[in-house]
């Protein structure tokens, strides 16, 4: 949690984590089961988390001196169920630079 990279990990396994909760569990529970409550439980949480992964991500950015493209990669890495996972994975490949 000291580093950047280490927000960053912390950051994008939250937001995803929540993503998929909201995306795969909340959102059927709603829609097949008329359970409206987990999807105000974790639309609030997620939209915490969303704000914090993409502060995390210009963090990293701005250190590393991204270019904008891979910027606009992890800001949609975090719209998409799994994102976050597969662009941490992307990063560990290209030695987060």
Same mark, same amino acid.
């Given at each position: 949690?000291?580093? /950047?990279?280490?927000?960053f990990k @912390?950051? $994008? #396994?939250?937001?995803?984590?929540? &993503?998929?909760? %909201? !995306?795969?569990? +909340?959102?059927?529970?709603?829609?097949?089961?008329?359970?409206?409550?987990? /999807?105000?439980?974790?639309?609030? @949480?997620? $939209? #915490?988390?969303?704000?914090?992964? &993409?502060?995390? %991500? !210009?963090?990293? +950015?701005?250190?590393?001196?991204?270019?904008?493209?891979?910027?606009?990669?992890?800001?949609?890495?975090?719209?998409?169920?799994?994102?976050?996972?597969?662009?941490?994975?992307?990063?560990?490949?290209?030695?987060?630079?």
């Amino acid at each position: 949690m000291k580093t /950047v990279i280490g927000r960053f990990k @912390i950051a $994008g #396994i939250c937001e995803g984590v929540s &993503l998929l909760l %909201l !995306v795969f569990i +909340a959102m059927p529970l709603k829609y097949f089961a008329d359970i409206s409550s987990p /999807v105000a439980i974790m639309g609030m @949480i997620h $939209g #915490i988390l969303f704000p914090l992964y &993409l502060i995390a %991500l !210009v963090q990293l +950015a701005v250190v590393n001196r991204w270019k904008a493209a891979r910027w606009f990669m992890g800001v949609v890495a975090g719209l998409l169920p799994f994102g976050t996972f597969v662009f941490e994975s992307y990063l560990k490949k290209r030695d987060w630079k």
